[in-house]
């Protein structure tokens, strides 16, 4: 009995720990991401034998979205090991180079697409290595922006571009922006003119036009107020929102689902979106950073402690406020990577690849980018540029790459 105890008592005072012990620092968030990072990739099976590489089944945005928070993990942490991977399933699903693969073109809806695109234009901004044979990152996101471009609407709606890309498939739901409320609705209809709407607020909806109001915000250096009380009431809204005080204030719920259980599995990914759209958003307007950083550091902490799950007991749930632990899966790993990988960029000299031309190919000088700035204090950037006007020693990033971003992510912006 007192043997018992004592066991009992030396492994508390020895303090083992169930799950990942997180502290907000640089080696700590580390660890945290790789362990993530390598419980994601086991539920990646689609570079195996017998199955489509970068192709997973019934969610094919979703191959996107991996890939996006891979690479972003790749260039915060340098470990290369995914890598191979990520740039065999990224080339794979290229399409005609521009992410519209004939096996799923059918049914593929504008979001889906643009899933890749970012991915793409991410690989892009931070020097993701390419291979020579391949047309380039850049390449590839432009391709999926040429597409986009020609679907937008501006007939309806005051402008904007559908979720879906099909007339069969016009029950249109895209997200659009209130401005004067600073609110994002879900679902909205163009038969009557985007009147009426869904009120379910996703976290996902206000990452994209928060980090495309911070890409407009910086492109025109602080400058157009438009942009800057976009930024401002969009970033107050998300922060009001989806971080209740009921659990604290900095813990990031996704209050649509979450708290009856009910999130499907693209939900499930959501909150991870929002957490890089937040840390772009640090980088592109830093004056936010005093603001984003407690949200995004209360909610590792808080995830970090719902990773208790599978054999080792790291496998992450859900929900990263402190609750039952429920299950996990793929996306909800991907999520908790995502999202320690986003409170990397704070320990991070994050530069913008400067890629001033486009339709290069892997081979071109842009590809340098990648070889020579896979960590996150080798800050070199050494592609060439023929922009003129490039400050001293910062990255520029030619408009060409801020439109793609921000056309893409500000989808419609009235
Ligand atoms: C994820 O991988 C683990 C470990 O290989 C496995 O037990 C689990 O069934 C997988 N889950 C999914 C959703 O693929
Ligand atoms: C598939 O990718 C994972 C994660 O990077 C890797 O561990 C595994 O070895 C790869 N499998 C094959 C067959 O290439
Ligand atoms: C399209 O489907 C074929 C047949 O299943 C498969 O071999 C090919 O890899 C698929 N292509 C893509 C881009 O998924
Ligand atoms: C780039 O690569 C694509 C696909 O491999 C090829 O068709 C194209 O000719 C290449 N372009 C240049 C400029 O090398
Ligand atoms: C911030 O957002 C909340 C929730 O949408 C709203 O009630 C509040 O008025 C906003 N505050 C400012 C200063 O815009
Ligand atoms: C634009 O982004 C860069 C980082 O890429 C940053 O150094 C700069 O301060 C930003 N501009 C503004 C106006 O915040």
């Known amino acids: ?54 192709y997973i089944s019934k969610k094919w945005w979703e191959g996107g979205a991996l890939f996006q928070t891979m690479i972003e993990y790749w260039y915060v942490t340098g470990d290369t090991s995914n890598n191979p991977a990520v740039s065999q399933g990224m080339y794979w699903q290229r399409g005609d180079n521009n992410y519209f693969p004939a096996n799923y073109s059918a049914y593929l809806g504008n979001d889906d697409q643009m899933a890749w695109g970012l991915a793409a234009m991410t690989a892009a901004e931070l020097g993701y290595p390419q291979e020579t044979s391949m047309p380039s990152w850049l390449t590839l996101a432009e391709g999926v922006f040429q597409g986009q471009v020609r679907r937008w609407d501006s007939q309806s709606c005051g402008g904007g571009l559908h979720w879906q890309i099909f007339p069969y498939q016009i029950g249109v739901r895209v997200p659009i922006l209130d401005t004067h409320r600073w609110t994002i609705a879900d679902s909205i209809e163009i038969n009557d003119q985007c009147a009426s ?61 979450e708290l009856r259980d009910v999130c499907d599995t693209n939900q499930e990914y959501f909150k991870g979106l929002l957490a890089s759209d937040l840390a772009s958003v640090t980088i592109l307007a830093p004056y936010t950073a005093p603001q984003i950083r407690p949200k995004l550091q209360g909610s590792a902490v808080g995830a970090a402690k719902q990773c208790i799950g599978g054999a080792d007991q790291t496998l992450c749930g859900q929900r990263w406020y402190p609750s039952p632990w429920e299950s996990a899966d793929l996306e909800t790993q991907l999520s908790a990577t995502s999202l320690f990988t986003s409170n990397l960029v704070a320990f991070a000299d994050v530069q913008l690849a400067t890629q001033a031309t486009s339709s290069q190919n892997g081979s071109s000088a842009e590809s340098q980018a990648g070889t020579t700035s896979n960590t996150m204090s080798s800050t070199s950037s050494t592609a060439s540029t023929t922009s003129t006007d490039r400050p001293n020693g910062a990255a520029v990033i030619p408009r060409s790459l801020w439109v793609v971003n921000v056309l893409i992510l500000g989808q419609l912006w009235l």
């Open 1 to 54: 009995m007192l043997g018992k105890y004592l066991g009992i008592t030396s492994a508390l005072l020895a303090g083992s720990v169930v799950g990942i012990d997180l502290q907000i620092n640089e080696e700590s968030l580390k660890d945290a991401a790789a362990t993530t990072a390598f419980n994601t990739m086991l539920n990646y099976t689609s570079n195996t034998t017998g199955h489509i590489p970068g």
């Open 197 to 257: 709407s869904s009120k379910i607020q996703w976290t996902s909806n206000y990452g994209s036009y928060l980090s495309g109001a911070a890409y407009m915000y910086n492109v025109t250096q602080g400058t157009t107020s438009k942009w800057k009380s976009g930024l401002d009431g969009l970033l107050n809204t998300t922060l009001t929102i989806f971080f209740p005080e009921q659990y604290g204030g900095n813990i990031m719920v996704e209050i649509a689902c």
